[in-house]
């Protein structure tokens, strides 16, 4: 989609914060994969932590592929869309799961395949809705249509949708929408600070593998299915769950400008590892992030980045509430 982002960059030529208190802002690497054919339902219902069943054409949902042991190869958005399921995940893991998944085929009637769509976002600070969210989906997880695309609404705080579909369609909404908003552009940092603000982490390369759904607060955000039966990985994630064995959470902080931190980062309270950086965003005061860190350890005022012990994390609140 080389031309969808080369119509971005020239988009956000025009980045600005005037009097506008809507925005249309492109996503952080994003891929989306089709799974369709027959068997389709069934064989996510048997790969996936989120109940499968819960999706319809008017809800999505967050849920997460594992690998036998239950650690989180990637999270997701699920959207049906007619009789196919798309999935939105991050892109640079986009292939190593499509892979993964095929192993799972076998004889079912499923085609798993990358779907060349586009994806943007619409961000309002307004205190009541623009007036054409009056056709948008008003509940997180509700999904609508417009113009031609899909669109989701994403969890509080704040409003946001993101939309989904070819690029002409992509096209001519943003070009409606900043003409009739009027609305101004931001770049995909501010999305990504939007996801950190809402608490959703977001697995890549550098953190696949390493934690557990509950670790990164899967459980919480309403993306496992204790009751939906069996999936890969599901023993040792229903085993934490009933056991309630989770020594380490999903906490939201922030650092000020001295260090620019990054996906795998190690986080340390004194000579002992604290946690793992899974995402982070540039905020008006230096950086905002999400960690998985040791529950013993978590709002300390002694935890740093690793290798700039100046970078101290000062804890921020989640968007809901830690058991």
């Excluded at 892109?91 to 085609?111: A, E, T």
Aim: net charge negative; charged share 25%; glycine share 8%.
């Amino acid at each position: 989609m080389d031309s969808w982002h080369t119509f971005i960059e020239e988009q956000l030529q025009t980045l600005n914060r005037g009097p506008e208190t809507c925005f249309l802002t492109p996503l952080p690497p994003t891929g989306i994969l089709r799974i369709s054919g027959a068997d389709a339902a069934v064989f996510l219902q048997g790969q996936a932590t989120c109940d499968v069943r819960t999706i319809t054409r008017q809800h999505a949902a967050l849920g997460a592929f594992c690998n036998p042991e239950g650690r989180v190869i990637a999270n997701f958005r699920m959207v049906r869309r007619e009789e196919d399921y798309l999935i939105l995940l991050p892109g640079d893991l986009l292939q190593p799961v499509m892979q993964r998944l095929k192993r799972y085929v076998l004889r079912s009637k499923v085609q798993i395949l990358e779907e060349p769509g586009v994806l943007f976002g619409l961000i309002t600070d307004a205190d009541r809705p623009p007036e054409i969210a009056a056709t948008l989906p008003e509940q997180a997880g509700g999904v609508g249509k417009i113009g031609g695309l899909l669109c989701i609404r994403m969890p509080e705080p704040g409003m946001r949708w993101l939309l989904l579909g070819t690029e002409d369609a992509a096209r001519e909404i943003w070009h409606q929408w900043r003409k009739e908003l009027p609305a101004g552009c931001l770049p995909a940092t501010h999305w990504r600070l939007r996801e950190i603000r809402s608490g959703i982490p977001w697995v890549n390369q550098a953190t696949s593998e390493a934690f557990l759904p509950q670790m990164l607060n899967l459980d919480l955000l309403g993306a496992i299915g204790f009751d939906k039966g069996c999936y890969t990985g599901q023993e040792i994630i229903a085993r934490t769950h009933y056991r309630g064995q989770v020594k380490r959470r999903t906490y939201r902080a922030e650092v000020h400008p001295s260090v620019s931190l990054a996906p795998g980062d190690k986080l340390l309270c004194g000579d002992e590892a604290a946690g793992t950086v899974i995402d982070a965003a540039t905020c008006e005061a230096g950086q905002e992030l999400l960690a998985v860190v040791r529950c013993d350890r978590a709002q300390s005022p002694e935890v740093f980045v690793e290798g700039c012990p100046k970078a101290r994390l000062e804890w921020l609140d989640l968007a809901y509430t830690l058991p």
